[in-house]
């Protein structure tokens, strides 16, 4: 199933645009994960985003300490 090649929009709509198959399966897969597996994934993956940018800001923050960096 993670292996198509096109994305469920393809099939719907003409005069597509084709993108490079790299960034095509890539884009298929990020759907499918973001959407293609109901409520609970998508919880799931904003989790996971939300560790992501967490640990990214923290890393940042490691290799750049005097960079402030306002709390709202």
């Not at 994934?41 to 005097?66: C, D, G, I, V």
Request: net charge negative.
């Amino acid at each position: 199933m993670l292996e198509e090649q096109q994305t469920p929009f393809q099939m719907r709509l003409q005069n597509n645009i084709i993108c490079d198959p790299n960034v095509e399966t890539a884009m298929n897969h990020f759907s499918l994960i973001t959407h293609g597996f109901g409520m609970i994934n998508q919880s799931t993956w904003s989790r996971a985003f939300e560790n992501f940018a967490k640990h990214s800001l923290s890393l940042y923050l490691q290799h750049h300490p005097h960079s402030q960096i306002i709390n709202a």
